[in-house]
């Protein structure tokens, strides 16, 4: 059945919702559903509704809420990537496969190696582009919410959530690896996950951080890709605490 996001939260059952125009030419130009087809249409806050379509055409689709039901699909353990800006494409596929994965929210950030320097003015189109990636992959991986995208920072003005965990990768970690660091630390409501450029991240940086309580840890004995090293180590921190 297909998924879509409602632009806002239904009221009741029996209520008429209206999709996005974008929605609207996908499901009368694309999709090519008719009136009294059944679909899936999320509020974005954990909560799927199933629509019984009644207008569709190009300009516009109505439908009819028939059902509400809480969203399964979204794991407890609320993930927070912290990504370096990545050069072009490569933050797209973050955005992209860190949704597919589950992470919650994205925090895009400024360090000392981030080859990618956006002009003034260029940080809000970027934002919204990101934005778009998060929503589409939320849809084809059945979300139950779309993770935040927040605009872009400096490094110094990134979040510090009181109470919340943060695990920084870093190659020139020694002692201690993902798994180890997991298995000493009791399931967290939320997690922050910081992931460098593609030069990685300056050790005064990494000093940063944990002076701000972060944990350092090794991804193992290979070197990932900076796009590639943020879904694979929320995917495997999903998987510790058996949420995928």
């Known amino acids: 059945m297909p998924k879509f996001f409602l632009p806002s939260t239904p009221g009741a059952i029996g209520e008429t919702v209206y999709f996005t125009p974008e929605d609207a030419r996908h499901i009368a130009r694309v999709l090519r559903l008719t009136p009294g087809t059944e679909v899936r249409a999320g509020d974005g806050q954990g909560y799927t509704y199933r629509v019984l379509l009644r207008t569709v055409t190009p300009q516009q689709v109505t439908g009819e809420v028939v ?60 934002q919204d582009r990101w934005s778009r990636i ?53 399931k967290p409501e939320e997690l922050i996950l910081i992931v460098g450029p593609e030069g990685g991240f300056a050790r005064e940086e990494v000093e940063f951080f944990m002076n701000r309580g972060a944990l350092p840890v090794s991804l193992g004995p290979r070197i990932l890709r900076a796009e590639t090293a943020g879904p694979v180590t929320a995917a495997l921190i999903l998987y510790h605490y058996e949420e995928i």
Do not use: C
């Open 67 to 126: 059902a509400k039901e809480e969203e399964k699909s979204e794991p407890a353990l609320k993930i927070h990537l912290y990504q370096s800006l990545l050069k072009g494409e490569k933050m797209d596929w973050v955005l992209q496969k860190g949704t597919e994965i589950g992470i919650f929210a994205f925090q895009p950030f400024l360090s000392s190696r981030s080859v990618a320097r956006p002009e003034s003015g260029q940080a809000g189109k970027k």
């Open 134 to 186: 998060a929503l589409e992959a939320a849809k084809q991986s059945q979300r139950g919410i779309i993770p935040a995208v927040r605009p872009l920072v400096t490094m110094e003005a990134l979040p510090w959530p009181a109470g919340v965990p943060a695990l920084v990768a870093w190659e020139g970690e020694q002692e201690k690896n993902l798994r180890q660091v997991l298995a000493a630390m009791p």
